[in-house]
């Protein structure tokens, strides 16, 4: 399966993956023309095997799409706030371990040409 990528840019804005835990991640976003950091923490779907005006799509991870906001992805200006919601939702997972902590980063996988959130 194809995973989010640890490291993209969509709409203009580079996104870098900072923790994870099962399918829960934060993520750090920045913009160019921003001298400031934001966060956001989202539950990461999975896209089952699909075919699309003839053309076959494996099953992948996807980005929730912004009609999700609120549900599937929050937006924060702290880190620290960022990193309390992300574990607050891992130990809320299914099968979560009571002592869920965040992951360590594995090095990044090979990313998409274009990895489009929600899509």
């Known amino acids: 399966m194809k995973l989010i990528p640890l490291e993209f840019k969509y709409d203009g804005f580079s996104f870098k993956q900072l923790e994870r835990v099962g399918n829960i991640a934060l993520f750090e976003k920045t913009h160019p023309s921003a001298d400031r950091k934001f966060y956001e923490v989202v539950k990461i779907k999975i896209s089952p095997d699909q075919t699309i005006l003839g053309k076959f799509i494996p099953e992948h991870e996807k980005y929730p799409a912004s009609s999700e906001w609120g549900e599937l992805g929050w937006s924060y200006s702290i880190l620290s706030e960022a990193q309390?919601?992300?574990?607050?939702?891992?130990?809320?997972?299914?099968?979560?371990?009571?002592?869920?902590?965040?992951?360590?980063?594995?090095?990044?996988?090979?990313?998409?040409s274009n990895p489009i959130p929600g899509e």
Not at 84 to 111: F, H, I, M, R, V
């Open 84 to 112: 309390k919601q992300l574990l607050l939702l891992a130990t809320a997972q299914p099968n979560a371990d009571s002592s869920a902590q965040p992951s360590t980063l594995e090095p990044p996988q090979a990313a998409s």
